[in-house]
């Protein structure tokens, strides 16, 4: 059974930072492609930050500089380092598992930036 559980949200100042946690079960990690999502309320899910199983990265131009993705194969992990954190990051953020077409979400965790 396929398990990827987020964590490491929570509410931070403007400014401040946070690093979320994907870990993964039931899944031979380093095949995969993850990615990191985030859904703001009101609007749709969106691509905040990709790493392939090769260690390619790719981010959406508005996290561009301020977050950094990485994953740790034996640890079946993947992080979002999140600095210098805006209002408008405020969101539920997704992590994603996908392998040949098979694709997979946690749950999410929530950030909220707020002074």
């Known amino acids: 059974q396929v398990q990827l559980v987020e964590s490491g949200g929570g509410l931070v100042q403007p400014g401040g930072s946070l690093r979320l946690s994907c870990a993964a079960s039931g899944v031979i990690f380093r095949l995969y492609d993850m990615a990191w999502y985030r859904q703001a309320p009101g609007k749709q899910r969106e691509l905040v930050a990709a790493?392939?199983?090769?260690?390619?990265?790719n981010y959406a131009d508005s996290v561009k500089g301020r977050f950094t993705i990485s994953r740790d194969n034996a640890k079946k992990t993947v992080y979002l380092q999140m600095n210098s954190l805006k209002p408008e990051d405020t969101a539920t953020y997704y992590c994603?598992?996908?392998?040949?077409?098979?694709?997979?979400w946690g749950k999410g965790t929530l950030v909220t930036v707020s002074s």
């Open positions: 790493i392939t199983s090769g260690g390619s990265t």
């Open positions: 994603n598992a996908a392998y040949y077409g098979m694709g997979y």
